[in-house]
């Protein structure tokens, strides 16, 4: 293993996660909800009761708004890297979307709530899904 | 302030996400690349939130009830089974070649338009395929966390 240590940001990671943390807790605080991305999208893409979905776009808007908070904050823009292109990409945002229906989670149901509230499940899921990611980008990278 | 909340705490979101460098594909990816030349900023940003997230997550859950909710909605599914671990696997398959995963890619809609709409949509019509998939009589009631 070799550390990329000229990528490697520590600090802004830390406090991005802390951040990611508080909004995950004031969403339980205030509304009472787990903050999973998918179950959040999938309530809306397939609505169990219309009364149930103004909630969901409401959050989506903010998380839409938060990156310019952060380019505002710092004076420059966010790097961003595609990892791929062509048919891969939207063959990877089906999987994505299905592997988390299947699974009921994500990274921030099953990871940031999931592991803080000690669920033995969720625990299990980012175990799975960690190791498939990290073999994924084995053989994406070193072995196709 | 019940509406307005959920816009302030979605935007505590996306500025962590953008701020932790979750929105960045190739440093997602780099994370994963345990083999190659490894990048460990990401394990900062699962640690951080998991811990600020289990401090307070006692705190409020002690309470009786949310500020604007007559409850909390938590999972109340325990179960380890086949369909969690087919779902978490192939929720990484794609994660790994996507290096995007559902909330990164929602809040890089604006800044990357091209990719991270095409990404969204497949990712909302697999979201709906598998809760179909999911949702038949033989399904058990799985909360969605």
Same mark, same amino acid.
């Given at each position: 293993m070799v550390i990329?240590?000229?990528?490697?940001?520590p600090f802004a990671s830390l406090i991005g996660g802390v951040m990611i943390g508080l909004a995950a807790l004031l969403l339980m605080l205030s509304h009472g909800r787990v903050m999973g991305i998918s179950g959040i999208l999938g309530g809306i893409v397939q609505p169990s009761d219309k009364s149930d979905v103004p909630w969901r776009l409401l959050f989506v808007v903010g998380m839409l708004i938060g990156?310019?908070?952060? &380019?505002?904050?710092?004076g420059r823009p966010i790097e961003i890297v595609p990892n791929t292109s062509g048919v891969l990409l939207p063959v990877a945002g089906f999987v994505v979307g299905l592997g988390t229906a299947i699974g009921s989670g994500c990274t921030s149901g099953h990871g940031i709530c999931g592991l803080a509230r000690l669920s033995m499940r969720s625990a299990v899921a980012v175990g799975t899904f960690m190791l498939t990611a990290v073999t994924t980008?084995? &053989?994406v990278r070193h072995v196709v | 302030m019940r509406h307005i909340s959920l816009v302030l705490i979605g935007t505590l979101f996306g500025a962590g996400l953008a701020l932790s460098g979750m929105l960045n594909p190739s440093k997602v990816a780099g994370f994963l690349d345990l083999f190659g030349v490894w990048d460990p900023s990401l394990?900062?940003?699962m640690g951080g939130g998991v811990v600020a997230n289990f401090i307070g997550h006692r705190i409020v859950t002690r309470r009786g009830a949310p500020l604007y909710e007559a409850g909390f909605s938590l999972p109340t599914n325990q179960g380890i089974d086949a369909r969690l671990l087919t779902g978490a696997g192939l929720f990484g398959i794609g994660w790994g070649i996507g290096g995007l995963c559902p909330g990164p890619a929602i809040s890089s809609l604006l800044l990357m338009p091209g990719d991270a709409v095409l990404f969204v949509m497949t990712m909302l019509a697999g979201l709906a395929?598998?809760?179909i998939l999911t949702s038949g009589p033989s399904a058990r009631p799985a909360p969605q966390a």
């Open positions: 990329d240590f000229v990528n490697f940001t990156p310019f908070a952060v &380019i505002q904050l710092l980008v084995y &053989i | 394990a900062f940003v395929a598998g809760r």
